[in-house]
Structures are given as C-alpha cells and as structure tokens.
C-alpha cells in the first residue's frame, strides 16, 4: 500500500473518531496547545522518518556480540546528537564493560543523560527510555524487515518501533514542538536514556546510585513510557508492574554431542533429564508446582478485585487481536488477574540440543534450559530463587541421573507498585482527557520493567508509567508495530502533560 | 604438533605393536600383498593429503539450503573424476528432485556408479559408501575447523573424515595400489556413491530398484564401510543394525511469539505442552514409555546371549574413551544389548524456541520437538508409527490444552540382520588376520545404515559391513576424527580382502 494512502485512510479515521462524539470526543485545543498539536501534525512524516532511521539500527543487546554493541554505541550516539540539536545540554557517561558468563568482556553502550531548562519556578520531569532491542531475524516470521520501518495501513512496522524507540521520540518530539514555536518549556525536562534494558538494564542501577544527588537531585518525577494499553484505541496509565527471575538450569553429561545410534539406550541422556526437569514446573492450567511459590502472594482485597471489574476490556476482542483461540481462564477479571497480581512461569526455550529445520540423530551431550517466572507483591526474590533451586535438586535426585545439573538465576527484578494519588497521574489523566477525550484504564503491567523499582528505590521519587503503543503491537515478537496514530497522538499527550504539570505546580 | 611427528609417533606404535607380537602378530606379507602394503605406506601422506580435499568440501546434506546442495554436487564430481582416472567407467546419474516439506524443491546429487573389471572368472564385490556429512558449525564446540583436516598425534580431525569419506577414500586406494603396481585386480569391482545418506538415503532405494537387472545383475558381494570397531584397535565385523524412525511432534498456538510479561499466565503455553509430552517418552532408566512399543522385539535366545560374552570389551575403558561417567547398565552384555538388540528413544531437540546464548522472555507460540526410535528386529515399523501416534494424542489430551498439536514421522529406516556364515565374512575374517593378526569382533551395530536393508530385500545379494573406524571416532559429534593408522590400515584391509575372495572364490 502506498505510504500516502495509509496516512490519508488513518487520518479519515481519526476524523470519523471526532466527528463520532462520545467516548472520544476531543477537539482540538485552542492557544499555545493548539499550535503544538497542529505543528505535531504537520510534521508527522518527518518523524516517522525518523523512527525509519532508529529502527535501522539493529541495537540488539541481548545477543552479546560485539556487531551489535557496535550498533548500541552508534544508536546512543545518534540520541545524544538528537538531544544536542533540541538545545539540550547531554552527557554521555561511560559505564564501563560487562562480563559475560564466558568470561568474554563487552563495552556497555554509554548511558545518555541529558537536561533543558532549571527553573526553579517549574518542575522537573525526568523521561526514561530504551534504545536498545531484543533480537529480530527476518527468517523468525517477519512479513517485513525488522530493520527496515514499513507502514502498511497505518501501522508502522519494525523491531524497537514501539519498545521503546517510537515513545522515546515521541517525548523528543513534544519537547521539538515547543522549542520550535519559540515557546518556553513549561517544566523542566531531564532524561536519562539507556541501551541495556533487554539485558537486564546492566550498570542503570548503579548510575542511578551515582548519580542521585547530582543529575537527579531536582527530579521530582520520573515519566516511563516502555509498555502497552490493554486496549487497541483506548489510552491507559500503569501504575504496577511484575517483577522477573530468569533461570537456565544445565544438565550435562560431556560437553560432546553423542550419535544417537552409537549410543541411544545405555546414556542418561541430558534432554531426557532436561525435559523432566521443565516438565515439572507448571501443570497445563498455568499453577506453578514449586512447593511454597504462591506463599508471600499478597491476597487479594475485595477493594482490589472492584479495581478490576472497572477495567474496559472486552475479553472476545482481546482474544481475537492475540490470535489466541482460547485462554487459561474465562473472565475478564481472572485474565488480568493472571497477568498482573499472580506470578507466572513461561519456559523459553533449550540451549545446546538440536534447533534447526531438518532432522539431525544427536544426543545433545550438555544441554541449558531457560524459563523465568514473573513475580508479584510481595514475592521475595532470594526465596524465589532458594525454592526453584530446591524443587529441581528434588525432582534431579529422583531421577538418579548420572549427569550433572546446575541451576542459576541469571537476572532478578523486582515488581514495582506506585501511589496512583500522586500528582503526575492526574496530571496525566487530564492530559488523556484532553488528547483522547476519554478516561484512561488504570492498570497493571504483566511484564518487568525494572527501572520503575529502581527509580522508587533509589531516587523516592514519585514514578509513572504512561504507554503510547496499542495492545496488539506485538512488542519482543515478530512483526513488532507501533500505529502511525499512537505515535503521533502520543506526542501530542506527552506535550499536553507538560502544561498540566505546570498547571498542578501554580 | 608437527604432523611429521605425529606420523613417526604413529609408525613407532605400529612396530611396537608388532614387536610385542600376541595379539597384534601380522608381520608384512610376502609375494603382491607386500608390495601392494608397501606401496600404500609409501604413499599415505599423498592419501591423506586427497582426505584434506575432500573433508574441505561442506557436503551437508542435512540442512536443505542451496549452498550446501552445490558443495554436494562439487563433492559428487571429485569422486567421479577420481574414478576415472583410475580406469573405472564411471556413470553419474542424475536422480531428480527432492520435495521438501515446505514445498521447496531441490537437486538430489547425482549417485555414482562405477566398474572396473568384468572378467567372469572373478567374483564381482560392489562397494557402497557416501560422501555427503552431518552439519557441523566451528561454535559447537570443535577444537579445529571441521571442514581442514586437521593431524594431531596421529588423528585426522575433520567433518566426515570416519564418516564416510575417509573409508571411501581407502577403497579407492587398494584399489589404485593393485593399478599402480601394473597387476590385474583379483576381484571385478564396482562401486555405488551416493550424497543423501545423512538426510535418509533418498532416491538411493529407487536407483537401485532401477539398476537390480543391469549394473547389480553381476554382483555377488555387497560391502558396506560406514560403522565403527566397538574397541580403539581391535577390529570388526558388523552382521546388523538397527532401524530408526524419526518423529516431530508439532504444539502451536499460533504463528508468532508472545512475551512472557505480556501473555505469561492466562496462555496455554506450547513450550509447556511439548515439554509434558516429550517428558512422556521415555523414563529416567531408559525404558521407553509409548504403551505397546515391545511387544515385537524378538525374545533372546541362550544362544544369541553367548555372543555378546564372547564380545571382547573393556567396558570401563569404553566408558573412559566416551567420556561418559556412568552408563545406564553395569555389564558388557547389559550395554551391548541395549545397543544392538533392544529399541532406544533419543529426544534431539526443539525447533521454534529460543536456542541461543544470552536470555529471551519469549513464549515462543509455535514449537517442533524432535526425537526418534531405534528399531530393532522384529519391530514393525507402521505399528510403531501408530504406537507413537496415539500415545502422543492420549497425553496430549489429557492436558485439555487450546493448542493445536500434529505428529508426524518424517523418516523410517528398518533395521537389518546378516548370515554371518556367508563367503565374504569368512574373506574379511582372514584379511582382518593378516592385516592386523587378530580375529575381528562380531559385532552389530546400533545406528541405522538403511542401505545394508535395501541392498538384503531389494538385490538379494550378500550384504557385509567391514568397518574401519575406531569406537572414539565420533560420527556425527563435534570433533570427528579417523585415525592415520585406521585410514591406511584400512586401506590395506581392503586390498587383502580382494585377495581373500579371488582365493575363496577359486
């Protein structure tokens, strides 16, 4: 489809949602709003452009090869140089190398901080965002190029484009407006931009350490945008999120693969014990079987369960935009539930055995299996880690398998829980308000993004969470998407927020 | 190592082994036999140096990727050139197209067949061998690039130098020892190479269907040199083998992944089904589980048990050259039969989940799991298939999962048994005498080289397997290797095995 035609039938479309009245009944804002929101839109297709130009950049940092740190360093590079452009002062600090469990060392990309403005009259936000990706290979199933940003009905595709480079252009491009109308900021803007959050945001936490009473001493909030609606067109605000413990556990026999006609039926074989230890984590209705795992689960109130009875989400559709035939549980409150107050365990994957199309007749000889399991209020993560050591040594040892098991955990994140009576969220809801003409959901997040606990732990500021990208776009999977419509209204969001922060703060 | 040392070193253990006279008591013949062994000593650099040729071309016939398909070609080609150059008429014949399950199609190498001799008073022996190999990548794990041969302290590390190049190569020595030296061959040769035995053999049981009443209408012998010795110097013979039939059993969800923060809790996830039903094959003892899948084994016999005692293995040298720290079984007999006589079930690995270093919180939404059945006499290969079938739907639904699960075997390869009191076994035996001064073990063997079954059914003709590789040689393993010893040893072996059936034949 012509790119043309995608922006005229999305823009129809944004029409006919104002010209419908109800629940998105906005109108375009008068005075200084007004000229932000129309310069936003006149100047979509250069920032789609330059999304096109971030996306190239496979800044792929769970894979640690040093090709793809070399894209990481370009990809901060190219964000600093952006920064500088908008007048920003921007300071790109070294964090050093990362060792791998190989032994191998790796730089980490530097993490950007950058500052417009110190009135002491206005206050301060402090943008968090990502630039790095998770891996993307065209083969996997991509219709298009992970790397290669292609619009096709409105939708934007490319790896990063909605997690997380779009919403960090997006604040750039609010700012952008602002600054290109001559018109003061109407609050202080930071941001702190890094290149290892797929990997577990390496080296962020003793930044933040580092740095909190200097570059975040006049932070009063912290805006992170890196997660999703609940909805395909109706706007939310986050107010908590899981937590994540990702675990390998290796079962070797030798570091040799064996041929499985020289040796099937005398070998313990590694896959045999692997298969058996994954096998007994989680039985096909989700519960996950590690004794004593659902102990510190907060309960749950009958205040909380209102909370979710209130959320807009039509299950049937939900179901229909993931492609799913049929989920574990049938209401809507037990759905969010599952994905946002109770843990989860999701196996991802074996190392080391046979992965390739075809048919190979080998007995993988060392053989890692991944899984991790998303943690909730107020699961704690040494206990975790203590009981999914015990439960596996117990089903190992049952097997008196000759081979050798290992288990680790190989990163730990907490969850994270904010005060939604603070200042910013309503700001922010009547920001939604006056872009989208509606209420947002408020909800939860089912996936980690550490730096929320981070930022509450270290700096005790207050933290939001305000997502641009739309339900179904399909963030760490292929045919990853961000819609033209979000980025660009979401722009639009993050400038009205400015005003209502300022606005809160008279 | 300088490979000259390595050679001298080899050399020295030769005579030493020779000296010590015992078991290792052949002394260098007299009459054409020596001047053939001595020509073939003489000239073992230039043989190893064709093996390095030949190794370096990547004939993956696993993998079905045009590139790999173009090296097989290449591969087909030397061999034929080599052929003729020693006199043989060579036909290479073009045996179509493959059908691959995703509707791709591509070239089968062409098979080669070839003769040298046609007089009527002489038996005719036809050698088979294959040329392509299993893949193998440098970051598996191999100490040297599988595709240079590579000479440390006498072993020749390389992809396909035991498997099968390697005993090719030394076929087509001893018979280019008896040409160089000007003297008739005391047997009508042919031979038949093909470049599709890794990826089953195919269009290999057509060609020969085809070729029963012309090329094959004067063969009486059929050798067959793809196994190994079940010790590292003692030779054998191999009179069966087992069969294999391959399954992939497919659980998808849908096309694309999810992310486990996102869709963690509310999926039934594929990984978590593959992993239950996988987990159902087989037990921590070996024991395959599918209901059914004994009741064919052929029961043993007193006498078939006296074999295995009389089988000359060092089991806790076996062990050590295996790397293995403990076996499923405790006795000689115990391993040997669970090798050769009784079905074992191997689970290779997962297709379609996340298999690299590093992590990934991926659900991936569709996954492959393969894993495969030896088969042994007199197990029915179509009831195994339906065995395997239901016994996979049963556990599968049991789970009540939404998931979408297809099973299918994608190979099927029957086992094969020989009489041992036929005339070539007896030639073999008294080659094996001369060249090394030992009697062989009667072995069989426990992975499936389906053309010892095809030649049986569809020719009727004597088929023999005269191994030459030794029990640490690591087919299909990362760092495969043949020894030098082995390599001309061997090359020798064959030639005195021509003699042995010129003189029976008599």
């Not at 619009?151 to 997380?164: M, P, Q, S």
């Not at 039985?283 to 004593?292: A, E, K, N, R």
């Not at 190992?396 to 910013?424: C, E």
């Not at 045919?479 to 639009?492: A, H, L, Q, V």
Request: aromatic residues 8%.
């Amino acid at each position: 489809m012509d790119p043309k035609l995608g922006r005229m039938a999305s823009a129809l479309l944004v029409l006919l949602l104002l010209l419908e009245g109800g629940m998105f009944s906005s109108s375009q804002p008068s005075g200084l709003l007004g000229e932000v929101f129309q310069y936003i839109d006149v100047h979509q297709d250069d920032f789609v452009q330059t999304l096109k130009e971030w996306v190239a950049i496979e800044s792929n940092s769970v894979q640690p090869e040093p090709r793809f740190r070399q894209e990481l360093f370009r990809m901060m590079g190219l964000a600093a140089d952006k920064l500088r452009r908008l007048g920003a002062s921007v300071d790109s600090v070294d964090v050093g190398h990362q060792q791998l469990p190989d032994g191998q060392t790796l730089p980490i990309p530097p993490i950007v901080l950058a500052e417009l403005g110190n009135d002491p009259k206005k206050p301060t936000v402090c943008f968090y965002g990502h630039l790095d990706v998770q891996p993307a290979r065209p083969e996997d199933g991509w219709l298009t190029n992970p790397y290669t940003l292609t619009e096709v009905d409105g939708k934007l595709y490319g790896r990063g484009a909605t997690d997380n480079k779009g919403p960090v252009l997006a604040w750039i491009h609010a700012v952008s407006a602002f600054k290109a109308l001559d018109q003061d900021l109407p609050v202080n803007i930071k941001f702190i931009i890094e290149g290892m959050e797929e990997a577990g945001s390496v080296a962020l936490e003793e930044l933040v350490h580092r740095e909190k009473d200097r570059f975040f001493s006049s932070v009063e909030y912290i805006v992170i945008s890196d997660n999703l609606w609940i909805s395909q067109r109706k706007p939310a605000l986050t107010y908590g999120t899981r937590g994540n413990s990702y675990f390998t556990v290796e079962v070797k026999c030798r570091d040799q693969d064996f041929h499985s006609g020289t040796f099937g039926g005398i070998l313990h074989e590694p896959m045999a014990d692997l298969v058996a230890l994954l096998g007994s984590l989680v039985d096909s209705s989700g519960h996950i079987l590690i004794p004593g795992i659902y102990d510190h689960v907060a309960p749950l109130t009958e205040e909380e369960k209102k909370l979710y009875e209130a959320i807009d989400l039509d299950l049937g559709e939900y179901r229909n935009s993931s492609q799913v035939e049929k989920f574990l549980f049938d209401t809507k409150e037990e759905v969010l539930m599952h994905l946002w107050r109770y843990p989860s365990l999701s196996i991802h994957g074996i190392e080391g055995a046979y992965d390739e199309p075809g048919m190979k007749t080998v007995i993988p000889g060392r053989v890692i299996g991944k899984f991790s399991i998303r943690l909730v209020p107020h699961m704690n993560m040494s206990v975790v880690e203590k009981q999914v050591v015990q439960h596996l040594q117990d089903v190992f040892s049952r097997r008196n398998s000759s081979n050798k098991m290992a288990v680790s955990m190989t990163l730990g994140l907490h969850p994270w829980i904010a005060d939604i009576n603070d200042n910013q969220y309503l700001a922010a809801k009547r920001a939604i308000r006056t872009v989208f003409g509606t209420d947002p959901d408020m909800i939860r997040d089912g996936s980690t993004i550490p730096i929320a606990k981070i930022f509450q732990e270290i700096l005790q500021k207050s933290v939001m969470m305000l997502p641009l990208g739309a339900v179904d776009d399909g963030e760490h999977s292929q045919n990853e998407k961000i819609n033209r419509w979000n980025y660009i209204e979401g722009s639009k969001l993050f400038a009205a927020f400015f005003l209502e922060m300022a606005n809160l703060h008279q």
